[in-house]
């Protein structure tokens, strides 16, 4: 029997302390690269069933405050810290049921992940085999093939803001930020869930709709893609991350997993247009496939796709995070910039 370990589905195992809730803790393990921001991670829907290991050598040292969460609970799985900071991080990962380990070898950690691709794993607080641990963790699904936003999405209509253009917006796992960034540019929303059909979207007179970012795997959305191909053309669409995704299979391109995602609030991205880097956040394991004159953006570090636009120009999508929560403010003007494209196009 060993006690507080992160084992992965390829047998190595790594030894840590609890710092979080007891218990068994199944998932896809990952790693972020952002410096700040362990709250908002936690609770951005797009972590559902995943382990995250944070690079940041101190993780907790500021505290939690509410107004950080990203949504109404914690979505990630388990958290893998190289050293814990303060008394308020742990105590919120146990009140929330997170099993959460630090002393963890973060470093080697992530040269693992890097190397052999992100996989499935177990993060075990109390004592347990770790033979038993293995063969349930090869049990586990892989995250390919998975639809995971049925889990995190809203189950009601519901609105946010009193004036300015009307933005509906489909919840694939809705982070507040994106909500509190288009009402601060001056619209209005209205949520959909996310198994919403096209014509109560459109019978809601929304002057443009925002695909939200989300879990899984966008290729086990098929539902959903037939409703953004309906979509197309008929309003202004802006995707973000899932939404990104989404918007690339419904125009006819390909998604592919990336061996260990693109996670935290420093990567590069090329503007095509203007020849411009963003530094910016991210937080996804899939990619668009393509290489044509609709792709907007690149990433400088593996040259995938981070931005779309029709040919149109009835649709746009970013696959990172302009509402940086956490991250950099480099990208924080496009949502502004699209919300401000549509009051024009209404007062026109």
């Not at 105590?91 to 070898?105: K, M, Q």
């Not at 299979?249 to 996670?263: D, I, M, N, V, Y």
Request: hydrophobic content about 40%.
């Amino acid at each position: 029997m060993a006690k507080d370990f992160l084992l992965l589905e390829d047998g190595t195992v790594f030894s840590g302390r609890s710092v979080g809730a007891p218990g068994i803790a199944f998932g896809e393990a990952v790693f972020t690269t952002s410096m700040s921001g362990y709250q908002e991670v936690a609770t951005d829907p797009s972590y559902a069933e995943q382990v995250v290991c944070f690079t940041a050598p101190m993780v907790g040292n500021y505290g939690v405050a509410d107004e950080r969460s990203e949504s109404s609970r914690a979505h990630a799985r388990a958290v893998l810290m190289r050293q814990v900071g303060g008394a308020e991080w742990p105590r919120w990962l146990s009140e929330r049921g997170l099993v959460a380990l630090d002393e963890i070898d973060t470093r080697s950690v992530v040269l693992h992940l890097r190397e052999r691709g992100a996989m499935r794993a177990a993060v075990v607080s109390g004592e347990a085999s770790e033979t038993e641990v293995l063969n349930a963790v090869r049990a586990e699904a892989e995250m390919t093939g998975k639809a995971l936003v049925a889990s995190v999405s809203t189950h009601k209509i519901h609105r946010l803001g009193r004036s300015g253009v009307h933005i509906a917006v489909v919840d694939f796992g809705l982070k507040q930020s994106i909500l509190n960034r288009l009402v601060t540019s001056g619209a209005r929303a209205t949520v959909f869930p996310h198994d919403v059909d096209a014509d109560t979207v459109l019978d809601a007179r929304p002057d443009g709709i925002l695909l939200s970012n989300g879990p899984g795997d966008p290729s086990a959305l098929r539902e959903q893609v037939a409703v953004v191909r309906e979509l197309l053309g008929r309003a202004p669409i802006l995707g973000i991350c899932l939404g990104h995704q989404l918007l690339g299979l419904a125009s006819g391109l390909e998604t592919f997993k990336l061996p260990f995602g693109h996670r935290g609030a420093n990567h590069p991205v090329l503007e095509v247009r203007t020849n411009r880097v963003l530094v910016t956040s991210q937080n996804h394991g899939f990619a668009v496939r393509g290489d044509g004159p609709e792709v907007t953006h690149v990433s400088l570090y593996d040259g995938t796709v981070e931005g779309l636009a029709l040919a149109d120009g009835s649709a746009r999508s970013l696959q990172f995070h302009p509402e940086a929560g956490p991250g950099p403010h480099d990208a924080w003007p496009l949502l502004g910039e699209w919300v401000e494209e549509l009051r024009l196009a209404e007062a026109a």
